[in-house]
């Protein structure tokens, strides 16, 4: 099993519409968990960390289930801009940080 | 705030000849560093951590390598470079509250 799964998409949405991705993780005893966004041919850049009590950044809204293991992502009245890869991040749990992504999810918001 | 450098952004090189890149950091000490690799339409692999000078970690057997010769700098390396090894390369700082990456490069082996 991958220690980060998510679903691959593409998700094709219209200008506006409310569009949610979902991640789930294998490691229970993970604590620090991020969403990232890729646009094409680029570097991932970091969209924002997701907290226990969940947290609102604008549009988007991100919220942890600790007991399902799983994280989400919500974004409210879609752009255009919006279109791009959506990466959901955990960070291992030993001092090395290292940040272990899932694949991706695709993000189409068409006019 | 930190940022950081990788180069070249592009490279195509043919199958057996030897690779480095380059990677620093600026704005932070002792970083935790990583490099990353992305085939083509796939998720982004670990290749290699450090967590100092000279501690190199490696996630997943290969012809490449690393070094950490400075605080602030990171190394990919590889003797003789194989088709498998074309990807996007990404150098990566991270202090546990998530991490930024550096532009990254296009390597093509043909």
């Known amino acids: 099993r991958k220690e980060v799964e998510q679903d691959p998409g593409p998700f094709n949405v219209p200008e506006g519409a409310t569009v949610a991705f979902n991640c789930t993780y294998s490691n229970s005893a993970s604590q620090s968990f991020f969403w990232y966004r890729q646009d094409c041919r680029k570097e991932p850049k970091l969209l924002m960390s997701?907290?226990?009590s969940g947290n609102e950044d604008g549009r988007f809204t991100a919220q942890l289930n600790r007991a399902s293991q799983y994280i989400s992502l919500l974004i409210r009245d879609s752009k255009l801009s919006d279109s791009a890869t959506y990466l959901c991040?955990?960070?291992?749990?030993?001092?090395?940080?290292?940040?272990?992504f899932g694949s991706g999810t695709r993000l189409l918001v068409r006019p | 705030s930190q940022t950081i450098h990788q180069w070249p952004a592009t490279l195509v090189q043919p199958v057996g000849s030897p690779l480095s890149l380059e990677c620093t950091v600026e704005g932070t000490s002792n970083p935790n560093l990583y490099w990353y690799r992305q085939a083509a339409g796939r998720g982004l692999q670990l290749l290699f951590y450090?967590?100092?000078?000279?501690?190199i970690s490696s996630e997943v057997p290969q012809n490449l390598s690393a070094s950490r010769p400075q605080d602030r700098q990171f190394i990919l390396s590889s003797k003789k470079l194989l088709l498998s090894d074309s990807g996007f390369y990404l150098c990566a700082w991270s202090s546990g509250q998530g991490g930024n990456f550096g532009p990254g490069t296009r390597l093509t082996v043909t």
């Open positions: 450090s967590v100092g000078i000279g501690q």
């Open positions: 991040v955990v960070n291992s749990m030993d001092s090395s940080y290292k940040l272990i």
């Open positions: 997701v907290y226990s």
